[in-house]
């Protein structure tokens, strides 16, 4: 009788660490899961869906341009951005300089944006900077500007070009027959056109 007894409560002991023990481990488990999450399966709760978002990084582009004889110099560098809350937007610093000494002159630039293959689908205008003689007055200015772009059109974009020089009425030409290029670029890639320039 007293070894039935005995055994009896040896096995009912053994049978509380196992479910002690047991119950343990899988606490120490949920413990170190992160809330709402856990991987492999479900747990029973709802959990937040996760959503990937694409990021395009932004593009940087830079260019000097400086005249024949080396007295007028222009420096631009550009940074476009292509996802995100700022896609479309460009930023950019001219710096314009003369080693003339006693006539000034003016400088323009204006960029372009090109896909994969060098199709043109934006343009900004042109952007003008005057600089005195070096006996004169101001002979070396730093400008910052920006443009913006639909983002569409930016999440497009695969490089850009800066073209830059002595501003004259050509560069305003030019302005203008890339502007009519865009338009038509814009229509064959189904891309949507700015609100100016373009006819809708």
């Keep these: 009788m007293m070894k039935t007894w005995k055994g009896k409560l040896l096995t009912f002991m053994l049978a509380a660490f196992t479910l002690f023990a047991a119950t343990s481990s899988v606490s120490a488990r949920m413990s170190e899961d992160p809330v709402g999450g856990g991987t492999g399966g479900s747990t029973g709760g709802?959990?937040?869906p996760s959503y990937s978002v694409q990021t395009i990084p932004s593009l940087t582009t830079e260019?000097?341009?400086?005249?024949?004889?080396?007295?007028r110099y222009m420096y631009t560098r550009a940074t476009l951005q292509r996802s995100g809350a700022l896609a479309g937007?460009?930023?950019v610093v001219t710096r314009t300089k003369n080693n003339v000494k006693l006539t000034g002159f003016t400088g323009g630039v204006f960029l372009l944006l090109r896909t994969a293959d060098g199709a043109v689908i934006g343009v900004t205008d042109q952007q003008k900077f005057g600089v005195d003689g070096q006996w004169i007055g101001r002979y070396d200015r730093t400008d910052y500007w920006s443009w913006s772009f639909d983002?569409?059109?930016a999440?497009?974009?695969a490089y850009m070009e800066i073209i830059q020089q002595h501003s004259a009425k050509e560069?305003?030409?030019q302005v203008a027959y890339w502007q009519r290029t865009v338009c038509g670029n814009l229509d064959r890639l189904g891309?949507?056109?700015?609100?100016y320039g373009c006819p809708q």
Excluded: M
């Design 46 to 48: 709802s959990t937040s």
């Design 63 to 71: 260019a000097e341009w400086q005249s024949s004889n080396g007295g």
């Design 89 to 91: 937007q460009l930023d």
């Design 151 to 153: 983002p569409q059109v």
């Design 155 to 157: 999440a497009a974009t």
């Design 171 to 173: 560069l305003d030409d």
């Design 191 to 195: 891309l949507p056109k700015p609100p």
